[in-house]
């Protein structure tokens, strides 16, 4: 499978192609920003791609003793994180359009998360600030894009996410749907250079003090979308001001339904573990809520 993930490895980057990140890694140490300069390059070619960053750096091999000393990386991130733009679009899951019974917006909802500050991977604690009514995680696909020298944007490939997101105070107030996605996020480490998935299923568990108090199945993926996936884009970058070149776009592209459509409250100390079946990805976050 085309794909690679980097990470931290005392105060330097790598990036490996290995299929596990916790066993034996053949890693490269890259300077920060080569990886998306080489991604423009090689226009969506993985093994013209792998090529060329195996022959720009030497390989090392680390042994698993040393992955407890590994900080995985969102994939692409910049050097500067306040190069990225962290966004979605909600309110795109067939199942939900359905639900509201109305007349589907014509123009998909778009969101702001915040820059790439707010970004989190595997194992990482999410952050929730105070004042927050019912937080809810969302399983998604997360599309990533670079804006290239000309301003034009580049679909690179996907990787998995979880959105969370104030559910509690959207239902109180739809206005405030924008705030409510201004929360902390993750991602899987892993970027797959390929289309995204057409069908995507996985399982959501949250554990509160080691004991799983929810588990439910969802399904996501680009046949689950009411809108296309180029009217989700087209209609994003038609800013200019989000095609500055060297800006690295995270997409989430809409979540089945969460916890808290089945009922379930997440609090302060809970786990949510993602696993994405298709791909043999897990994704797991705790959760500390401030003020809690």
């Known amino acids: 499978m085309n794909t ?42 993985f093994a013209h791609f792998r090529q060329l960053l195996i022959d720009s750096a030497a390989e090392q091999h680390l042994p698993a ?16 994180r306040s190069n990225a733009v962290v966004s979605g679009f909600g309110l795109t899951n067939k199942k939900k359009v359905q639900s509201t019974g109305g007349t589907p917006n014509p123009v998909p909802s778009w969101f702001y998360k915040g820059p790439g500050h707010v970004l989190k991977t595997d194992g990482q604690t999410l952050n929730i ?5 019912a937080i809810c995680e969302e ?16 679909y690179i490939g996907f990787t998995v996410g979880n959105d969370i997101t104030d559910i509690g105070a959207i239902k109180a107030t ?28 996985g399982t959501c568990n949250v554990y509160r003090n080691e004991q799983q108090v929810f588990s439910s ?26 095609r500055q ?21 997440l609090t302060d100390g809970d786990t949510v573990s993602l ?14 809520l401030q003020g809690s």
């Open 129 to 133: 600030e105070h004042g927050t009514t």
């Open 4 to 45: 690679f993930f980097e990470f931290t490895y005392r105060n330097q980057q790598y990036i490996s192609f290995s299929p596990s990140r916790d066993d034996d890694v053949l890693a490269y140490r890259y300077v920060p920003g080569d990886i998306q300069k080489l991604l423009l390059k090689v226009n969506g070619d």
């Open 139 to 154: 399983a998604e696909i997360v599309l990533v894009y670079l804006i290239d020298t000309q301003g034009d944007p580049r």
């Open 217 to 242: 199945a969802f399904e996501t993926g680009i046949d689950q979308l009411h809108y296309k996936q180029e009217q989700l884009i087209d209609t994003l970058f038609r800013s200019p001001a989000l």
């Open 245 to 265: 070149p060297g800006l690295v776009h995270y997409i989430y592209i809409g979540a089945d339904r969460n916890s808290y459509d089945h009922g379930h409250t």
């Open 174 to 201: 739809p206005s405030a749907f924008a705030y409510a996605k201004l929360k902390e996020c993750s991602v899987s480490e892993r970027l797959f250079l390929s289309p995204p998935p057409w069908v995507l299923t």
């Open 65 to 80: 003793t040393t992955a407890h000393e590994r900080l995985l990386l969102p994939p692409l991130m910049p050097p500067q």
């Open 275 to 288: 696993h994405f079946r298709e791909l043999n990805l897990g994704l797991t976050n705790p959760l500390a």
